[in-house]
């Protein structure tokens, strides 16, 4: 029972609840899908790092690693059955956005230092080929330290934009983990004192300057939890301007400590939140370079690029007769029911996860999350601005 409802509320950033919260109408973008057209290879950038901060769209092995993490869904078969045959902690079948981003940027990593590290699980040997340069969880265990050369993944799945306290001064309870946005602020901070304190670095060399900061996506989940415990459209609107004013103030303090490139994701097309919460966002994100001129803040356009996926599924080689078919799960219309959902017991992976845009209910596949970081990278999210 307690597994149940937690399943039941383990709803990370939703592409599916949402056709059941809102018509269609309300959830349109203005603005068209980008046709799909060869475009020239970007420029490619050289980051020193990423740190990324998020929910399940970004973790890489944080929540599972929590007190709760082994009830978390995505933490049993068949998650990561792409990957290594186990899975790593990715709420879906293999990677995620920020894996493929990360390869993009052509980090410097270390595999022989992964190699010798005692935690191989994460890191076995397919993985490795690949030579992911995936900034690491940073739950992760390890004696001495793990490598953080390359960034750190402060992303964790369930979490929310908004401390879970005053989530619950307005009646939403987080189910999953309390390590909220400013949460993941203080490990971030945490770290970086500790950095400047054994490298003695922070002043003649400061990571933070060549390193790429992800801030989000984030706020889904405030919108998912409302929605799921009875708040009305009225109530999940009222958080927009308080999960808004909470990103912008994590993109101030990044920034004031030195990061000058920062990618400030919008929210997946999900429920009717997410236009007043992207436009929200895009305003508060003008404010901001107004107000820092020398750095670049860029909007990774989540929604377009979720909408362009859908648009154009036929030429990237999904199965267009079942479009909102879940790959892994069991019931109802759509193969989707919160009562058996993916990573329980005798709920089973479809034979053909590439064929298939969504996951698991909640989340995308690794083939429509690779679809959507390649539209985010030709539209030139991730260029050296400065
Ligand atoms: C990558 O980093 C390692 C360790 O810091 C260094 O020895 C190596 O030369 C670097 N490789 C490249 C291609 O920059
Ligand atoms: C979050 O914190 C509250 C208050 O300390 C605690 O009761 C709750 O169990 C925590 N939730 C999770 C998912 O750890
Ligand atoms: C939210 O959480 C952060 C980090 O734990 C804490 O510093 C801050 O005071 C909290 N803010 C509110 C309004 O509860
Ligand atoms: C749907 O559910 C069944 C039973 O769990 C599974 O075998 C099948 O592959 C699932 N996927 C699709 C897309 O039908």
Redesign the pocket.
Known sequence: MAKTSLVLFLVLSSFFIALLQCDARTHRSRTQPRPLRPQPEPQRCKYDGIFQFGDSISDTGNQIL???GPRSPCAHNPYGQKLIGEPTGRCSNGRLMIDFIGALTNINVSILWRLLHKHLVYYSKPYLELGLPTPNPYLEPGEPAVSFNHGVNFAVA?STALN??VLLQNGIL?????SSLLVQLDWFLAHYQNLCETAKNCETYNILKGSLFMVGETGGNDYNYAFLQGKSIEDATALVPLVVNNIRDVAKKLIDLGATRLVVPGNFPIGCSPMYHNQYLQDALQQLRLEYPNVAIVYADYYQAAEWVLTNAPQLGFETKSILKVCCGTGGDYNFSLMSMCGMEGVFACSDPDQYINWDGVHLTEKAYQSMADWLIKSQVFECIV
């Not at 987080?174 to 309390?178: E, G, H, I, M």
């Open positions: 929590e007190p709760a369930g879970t306290s987080s189910p999953v983990t309390n």
